[in-house]
C-alpha cells in the first residue's frame, strides 16, 4: 500500500519505517529540513535501538523516502498519518496546531480518496476537527475529493519502539468509515497475524483509550512512589512490597517500580491533557490530579535526601551524576527528571559532573544556561573529586559497576540510587552508604 506520515520524528519515524519493512511504500514528511537531510543522508536523528537497520534496508529497498515537499508527500499516500507533536499548551490542554496545519496541508493538495489517520495523541473530539479543517480545505478550491478520517492511537515505548510497533499488544483503531477501516486492516495484518489483536471501535472511544492507558499507567507509577516515601518511614522496603504485590496477576509486575518520578514526552503531558478535559466537561478528575502533584514531589525526593545529607548550602560540592535522559535506551531528554535535579542542585551551588551514554549531546543543549555543569565521557570520568553519586537513569551499563572504584575515587563512599539499582546489603558490605528509594538507608559499618 501507499503511506505517507506527516511528521518524521519518534512516531512518525518508527511507523514508516516499520510499515515499509512489512511492503509498504513509505514516504515520511517533515517540515524540518535538517532532520529530512539527516535521514536523506544515511543517519537517524534520534537514538532508538534498531531503527538505523530497519531504515537503511527500506531505503535501500526502495520502499522507504524522506521528504519536506508536501505536495509530493500528500499525494503520494492513500493512507496519510499525522504523526506530529501534541505538546501541552499554557492551560495545559493539547496543543492542536501542528495537528490541524497538517489536516489542512492535506485538504489543500490532495486529489483523490485518503484514509487520513490520526497517530498523534490527540483529545476526544479531535478526529471531528481534522475533518472539518480537511472540508473547509477541499470547499475553498471546489474540489470534490472523498476522504475519512481514523483515530489509530500509538502505544510504543521510546526505548523498545520498534519491537512495540513490530509485536503490538494491541492495535486500536477507532473508525466510522466501512472502506477506511477495511484499509487499517490489511494494513496492519501482518503486525496482527498470530493473535488478531486489532480492536475497531467508534472515534472517541479510540481517541480516549490512548489517554485512560497513559493515565493509567502514571498512575501506577506515582501509587508506588507515594508507597514508597511511606516505605521509608515505617521501615519496610519498597522492592519486596513490589514483588509482593507483582506476583498478584490482578496487579501484575510492570510499571511498579518506584523512582526519581516519570519523565517523558508522554506521560506529564498526557496525565495534564486528560485533567483539563476533565476540567472543560465540568468533571474535576481528582485521582490524576493527584498523580501529577506526586510525580512533581518525587522529582525532588533525591534532592531531598542529598540536602538532608549534605545540607542545604552545597557550595563547594560536586555531584557525579550517572543518566541524564528520561529512560534508558534513549536520548530524548522531555521532561526528564535529571533536569530538574540538576537546577535545583546547582541553585544550592553544586556542581554536576554528569555522563550518559547516548544523552550528553541533548541535555547540553537543555542545559546550556545553567552554570557548573560539566559532562564525562566515561561514567567513571565524573567519579574523582565528587562527593557523592547520584543515579538518576537505569542505564544497563550501570548496573554492576567497578563498586571498589566508586568507593575509592568519591570524596567519601556515598550513592544516591534513584532507580534502586543496588541491593542495600551488599552496598553495606561494601561500605558503601547508599540512599535508595523506599529502601531505608543503609550507612556503612
Ligand atoms: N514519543 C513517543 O514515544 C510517543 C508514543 C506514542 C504517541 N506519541 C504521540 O505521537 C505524537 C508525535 O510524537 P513524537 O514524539 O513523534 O514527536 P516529535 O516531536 O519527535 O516529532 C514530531 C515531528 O513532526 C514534525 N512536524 C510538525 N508539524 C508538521 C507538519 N505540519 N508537517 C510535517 N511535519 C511536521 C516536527 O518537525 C517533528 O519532527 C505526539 O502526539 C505524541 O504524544 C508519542
Ligand atoms: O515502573 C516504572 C516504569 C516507568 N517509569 C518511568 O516512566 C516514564 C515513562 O516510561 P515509559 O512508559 O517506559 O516510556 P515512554 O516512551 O514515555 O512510553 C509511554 O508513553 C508513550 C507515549 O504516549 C506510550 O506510547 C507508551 O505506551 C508509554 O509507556 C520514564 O521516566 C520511566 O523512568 C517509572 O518510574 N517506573
Redesign the pocket.
Known sequence: MKVTTIGTGYVGLVTGACLAEMGNHVVCLDVNAEKIRILNEGGIPIHEPGLDAVVKRNVEAGRLQFTTDVDAAVNHGTILFIAVGTPPGEDGSADLQYVLAAARSIGQRMTDYKVVVDKS?VPVGTADKVRAAIAEELARRDAKVGFAVVSNP???????AIE?FMKPDRIVVGSDDEQATLMMRALYAPFTRSHDRLFVMDVRSAEFT?YA??AM??T??SF??ELALLAEKVGADIELVRRGIGSDPRIGY??????????????PK?VKALVRTGREHDQELKVLNAVEEANDRQKLVLVDKIVARFGEDLAGKRFALWGLA??PN?D?MRE??SLVIIEELVKRGAAIAAYDPVAMSEASKMLAQVQGVSFCERAEHALADSDALVIV??WKEFRTPDFDRIKSELKQPVVFDG?NLYEPALMSTLGIEHHAIGRGTRKSD
Open positions: 495523541t500509538e502505544f510504543l515505548k521510546e526505548g523498545a512495540d490512548k492507558a497513559n499507567l502514571a501506577r507509577i508506588m512512589n510492570q510499571f511498579l517500580y518506584a523512582g526519581a518520578g516519570y519523565g517523558g514526552s508522554c506521560f498526557d528520561f529512560k534513549t530524548d526528564a527528571p537513569t537505569e532507580r
